[in-house]
């Protein structure tokens, strides 16, 4: 999965007339959200002043292009043809041409034109519904007839940027200890506690009831 920002890049800079290639959900669905952002922020502007309609009219076609091929990139990745994404077209073609050859086709709610035209209104609902279903979809996994899987493109970047960077890294040296800094340590037999040398011993710095500690018979405390 790709983040928001690496989906913009893709979109606008990298792939901005590249159709033949696979967009992945992420790819899709953040461009999409970008797409609502910005008419969100523009359109209350519109309403405040007339001047922002022709920003929005500027800022309108180019985001619908690349919708446009982030859409058929998305249609290669589940392994599909764009045409597909273009079958409303037809039919609003359809209607127009009825339209035009018909007098009246609402007059009559029983004519054939009518009944066409509305079945045709339905038709094109349930064909948004599967397109959201469609987009919604993993992709193909692994490679397609439109190219490599781009999850596995973006785990192979990913990788390789993980790669490049501990390459740059200098590699750490393990420190080995001399001689002399384990004998600054704690040993037993050099500096720490050790009866025989310079720890406690009762026999010469400690307690001893014979030499320099509580004798009753020499230093008072004689019970009788």
Request: charged content about 15%.
């Amino acid at each position: 999965m790709i983040s928001f920002p690496q989906a913009l890049k893709i979109c606008i800079i990298k792939k901005p007339f590249n159709w033949k290639d696979r967009a992945s959900r992420s790819e899709f669905w953040w461009f999409f959200l970008f797409m609502n952002l910005i008419s969100i922020f523009i359109s209350p502007l519109a309403e405040i002043n007339s001047s922002t309609n022709m920003i929005m009219s500027f800022f309108s076609i180019p985001l619908l292009w690349l919708h446009t091929m982030v859409s058929i990139r998305r249609m290669h990745d589940l392994n599909k043809s764009a045409w597909w994404l273009f079958a409303p077209y037809l039919y609003l073609l359809l209607a127009i041409i009825i339209l035009a050859l018909t007098v009246d086709p609402w007059a009559d709610e029983k004519s054939p034109v009518h009944i066409v035209l509305i079945l045709g209104v339905f038709a094109v609902l349930i064909y948004f519904l599967v397109l959201l279903c469609w987009f919604c979809k993993r992709g193909t996994v692994g490679a397609n007839r439109f190219g490599p899987d781009p999850l596995e493109l973006d785990l192979l970047s990913t990788h390789n940027n993980f790669a490049q960077y501990n390459q740059s890294q200098q590699p750490i040296k393990p420190t080995m200890r001399t001689s002399n800094q384990v004998e600054k340590g704690f040993n037993p037999t050099n500096n720490g506690f050790n009866p025989n040398q310079q720890g406690f011993n009762p026999a010469d710095n400690g307690f001893n009831p014979a030499q320099q500690g509580f004798n009753p018979n020499n230093n008072g405390g004689d019970g009788k």
